[in-house]
C-alpha cells in the first residue's frame, strides 16, 4: 500500500511525509464545525494529530467508518470534505483538498 498525501489548500504544497527527504512540516486538519487537528511529524498514512483523515470525511458526512470515508471520496456523492492547510487560523470551505501525486515521498 502507498502513501496518502495532498496539497495544503492555503499554498499549495505537497504534504511531504517524515520518511521522504523533504520531511514533514506542521499541518493542520480542519472540520466544518470549527474542530482542528495539528500535525508536525505527518507519518505519509493519512493521519493528522490522531485523527485520519478518512474517518473524519466519513464523520463530517454522517457516515463512522475510515472505509465509508475512501468510499465516499471516491464516489461522485456531494460531501463536506475536511480541509488541510498550514494555517491553524483558517476559515473552512467545502472544497476537496487536491491529492499530491507524488504520495508525499515520490518526488523527482
Request: hydrophobic share 25%.
Amino acid at each position: 500500500m502507498g502513501f496518502f498525501s495532498w496539497k495544503t489548500q492555503d499554498t499549495d504544497k505537497s504534504i511531504s511525509n517524515m520518511h521522504s527527504e523533504r520531511g514533514s512540516f506542521f499541518v493542520v486538519m480542519h472540520d466544518n464545525e470549527g474542530n482542528k487537528w495539528t500535525e508536525t511529524e505527518y507519518d505519509g498514512y493519512g493521519e493528522f494529530g490522531g485523527k485520519d483523515y478518512y474517518e473524519l470525511l466519513a464523520e463530517m458526512n454522517g457516515l463512522t467508518t475510515a472505509i465509508e470515508g475512501i468510499h465516499l471520496c471516491y464516489s461522485d456523492r456531494p460531501c463536506l470534505y475536511p480541509n488541510l492547510t498550514e494555517r491553524i487560523d483558517w476559515d473552512w470551505i467545502n472544497e476537496r483538498p487536491e491529492r499530491c501525486e507524488y504520495q508525499g515521498y515520490f518526488y523527482h
